[in-house]
């Protein structure tokens, strides 16, 4: 090779090393809005939101989700109130969306169910959580045969100033059986900071050595503290019992430095991503994805040097891989001071 061409490919690798420094980010701006949910069937993504009632999309991929012709069914009319995070997913070959409505403390969960995503919706029923107090963003699943629902709540209405994570049996995905049992308070340092302390968008995975994640948003979606932290169950342990879940030292996916995990870093383009969906096939934790490859997913936040505020936020996709060997620790508590196990680390 001549020295003249030595140069200039030289130059080319300079080029692309600058251009990955200063411009690129491998997270792909989907539409606007907040809290995705999206689940894969074959060959076709399915996306719910809510909008005016609640709207199902389908596209080949994950970006084109947000393409201006994109396939969008309206599903269910609001009779409600305020409709907040729908969650889609399947059982048994039907379709379900779970989704928090009502005004202000009123806000329950309900769910609708159809034959396929983009079929006639029953009408909504409300579900008959344990305690009936404040609940959003529900998420159904089924993990070693069991049926189960995590959601972001209050103890009651007058202890209103932590949103706590609980967790209860379900007989099928519109009916609770037994108590609720909380699994997660915001009561970490990297968690405080706001009004109220917040812990929700909880969503579940399983990872390859078959423990339970429950992936979920701490602080408040109001500002960009919000980031994604992880609750991972130890091994044969009982999803009921709170200490049978470890919760990582930090956020795992964040944009504040001071906030995250030791070995983790903050994002360089979003801001405040959190809220996320893993897009399972099936929307089913027992097809969750192993291996060593990145896998993606899609989450929501602001771009950097954009105002943060709820109008901005918009889906981006992303990827994570599974991190082995991490340990989550803790002190003063009943059970094991660590664990160790599968965690994530995220990327734009």
């Known amino acids: 090779m001549s020295s003249q061409r030595q140069s200039t490919a030289l130059l080319l690798v300079l080029g692309a090393i600058l251009l990955c420094l200063v411009d690129y980010t491998s997270a792909v701006k989907i539409r606007g809005g907040a809290d995705p949910t999206i689940m894969k069937i074959g060959d076709t993504y399915y996306s719910a939101e809510s909008s005016g009632g609640i709207y199902v999309r389908a596209a080949s991929s994950l970006e084109g989700l947000g393409a201006p012709d994109v396939r969008r069914v309206k599903v269910w009319s609001d009779t409600i109130g305020d409709v ?21 403390a009123a806000h329950r969960m309900y769910v609708i169910s159809a034959d396929s995503p983009l079929d006639s919706y029953s009408a909504e029923e409300k579900l008959a959580l344990p305690d009936d107090q404040w609940a959003i963003d529900g998420t159904f699943f089924v993990f070693e045969g069991l049926g189960w629902f995590v959601w972001s709540g209050w103890a009651s209405e007058s202890q209103n100033s932590e949103q706590n994570l609980y967790i ?9 059986i037994g108590q609720r049992y909380i699994i997660s308070q915001p009561r970490e340092g990297w968690e405080q900071g706001d009004s109220p302390l917040i812990n929700e968008g909880p969503e579940a995975i399983v990872d390859p050595n078959g423990q339970l994640h429950i992936v979920y948003s701490a602080n408040g979606s109001w500002n960009n503290k ?6 991972r169950l130890r091994k044969g342990g009982n999803p009921q ?5 470890y919760k990582s030292n930090g ?16 994002t360089l383009y979003i801001d405040g991503p959190g809220h996320h969906t893993f897009a399972l096939t099936d929307g089913a934790v027992n097809q969750s ?6 896998i993606p997913f899609v989450f929501h936040g602001v771009e950097k040097g954009t105002e943060y505020n709820w109008g901005n936020r918009a889906w981006f ?3 994570f891989v599974w991190w082995s060997k ?19 680390k995220f990327f734009e």
């Open 84 to 104: 907040w995070a729908p969650e889609i997913t399947t059982d048994l070959g039907r379709t379900f969306i779970h989704f928090s409505a009502g005004k202000d």
């Open 168 to 176: 209860c049996r379900m007989d099928s995905p519109s009916k609770p």
């Open 226 to 231: 919000y980031c994604l932290a992880d609750l």
């Open 241 to 245: 019992y709170v200490w049978d879940w």
């Open 251 to 266: 956020c795992l996916f964040g944009s504040h430095q001071e906030r995250m995990m030791k070995g983790w870093d903050a």
């Open 289 to 294: 994805p192993g291996g060593t490859s990145a």
């Open 317 to 319: 996709t992303g990827s």
């Open 326 to 344: 991490t340990t989550y620790s803790r002190k003063n508590v009943p059970g094991d001071s660590s664990n160790e196990g599968y965690s994530f």
